[in-house]
T-cell receptor
Framework: GENVEQHPSTLSVQEGDSAVIKCTYS??????FPWYKQELGKRPQLIID?????GEKKDQRIAVTLNKTAKHFSLHITETQPEDSAVYFC????????????FGGGTRLMVKP | GAVVSQHPSWVICKSGTSVKIECRSL??????MFWYRQFPKQSLMLMAT?????????EQGVEKDKFLINHASLTLSTLTVTSAHPEDSSFYIC???????????FGSGTRLTVV
């Protein structure tokens, strides 16, 4: 089955700096790669996703890059703000129709004001 | 987007009792529902996949007789934790493929505490 590794497990940055979180996956058939932000005790919230036919996607301060050959994808957050502090999870799937999501181990991001 | 309603949001039960968690798809038909468990400061781990009208598929290491899953209709999937023990205390969350957004929609989660 799919195995998703995520690094780092914790990340502390100064407000205004950039944050990068990296994930690798093992299943070459995976084609959907979402990133979630999770507040304590809440459901994961989708912040951006990318499919395997695209190498990069950007939404304001958030961007995701995908390298299919190397089987890794990364989340980039620019101009970080204290409200970006949360736990972030990457995930991989063969596509949502009937296929499960496999999550990475999570990254606790702390943005210091 | 599609909405999955999950209840209860939290429950405290005594050791040895059973607890039922419900997930309802409000504006779409969920033929598949994924059940995840999340221990404190850990990731979401898939427990089982339920499919409407058929038996659930359990992940390795998950006891099917302890975690009973029923998906009797296209809008309701339930997880029953039988004979709960303190080590079952966790955050349980369901998820279904979102037919509109081609992603996944999550329930709000259930915090189970077994005392």
């Amino acid at each position: 089955g799919e195995n998703v590794e995520q690094h780092p497990s914790t990340l502390s940055v100064q407000e205004g700096d950039s944050a990068v979180i990296k994930c690798t996956y093992s299943d070459s058939a995976s084609n959907y790669f979402p990133w979630y932000k999770q507040e304590l005790g809440k459901r994961p919230q989708l912040i951006i996703d990318i499919r395997s036919n695209v190498g990069e996607k950007k939404d304001q301060r958030i961007a995701v890059t995908l390298n299919k050959t190397a089987k890794h994808f990364s989340l980039h957050i620019t101009e970080t703000q204290p409200e970006d502090s949360a736990v972030y999870f990457c995930a991989a799937s063969r596509g949502s129709a009937g296929n499960m999501l496999t999550f990475g181990g999570g990254t606790r991001l702390m943005v210091k004001p | 987007g599609a909405v999955v309603s999950q209840h209860p949001s939290w429950v405290i039960c005594k050791s040895g009792t059973s607890v039922k968690i419900e997930c309802r798809s409000l504006d779409f038909q969920a033929t598949t529902m994924f059940w995840y468990r999340q221990f404190p400061k850990q990731s979401l781990m898939l427990m089982a996949t339920s499919n409407e009208g058929s038996k659930a598929t359990y992940e390795q290491g998950v006891e099917k007789d302890k975690f009973l899953i029923n998906h009797a209709s296209l809008t309701l999937s339930t997880l029953t934790v039988t004979s709960a023990h303190p080590e079952d205390s966790s955050f349980y969350i369901c998820s279904a493929p979102d037919p509109g957004a081609s992603g996944y929609t999550f329930g709000s989660g259930t915090r189970l505490t077994v005392v």
